[in-house]
């Protein structure tokens, strides 16, 4: 793999992590919950909002507009950094994460939006160069 490819992976999966945690600082209506390690982590993906999501998406969107890397690759390292997060909790607290299955499941689903950014940069990319 690239270097140029490696570094724009750990760029989403950064603005993945980032995506969710701005709305946790900007809502006040979140509610806030515990968590061994990351609370403010928790607090982002169990309050996840259109915010959250409007974020992915751009994230998605910018990424493929300046990298090679393939939409599925951006889709899935958006959200790389909550499993090992979670993994680490678990680690730290092995009753943390009863429902860890669960979990990594809605964190590929949150991965989407950024895929859906990603396929809207390319179809607009192959539209304007067409």
Not at 1 to 12: D, E, P, R, T
Not at 38 to 46: A, L, S, V, W
Not at 57 to 85: C, H, R
């Amino acid at each position: 793999m690239k270097l140029k490819n490696l570094q724009s992976l750990l760029f989403v999966s950064i603005l993945g992590m980032i995506s969710i945690l701005i709305p946790v600082f900007i809502l006040d209506d979140l509610r806030t919950y515990d968590s061994p390690l990351f609370p403010m982590i928790r607090t982002g993906i169990e309050g996840i909002s259109l915010y959250s999501l409007l974020f992915l998406i751009s994230s998605g969107l910018i990424i493929k507009s300046f990298s090679d890397l393939s939409s599925w690759k951006i889709g899935l390292a958006s959200m790389a950094l909550f499993p090992l997060a979670a993994i680490c909790e678990i680690i730290y607290e092995p009753t943390s994460h009863n429902l860890f299955p669960l979990e990594f499941i809605f964190y590929a689903i949150y991965s989407l939006p950024a895929l859906l950014g990603a396929y809207l940069s390319e179809f607009i990319t192959n539209k304007l160069l067409k």
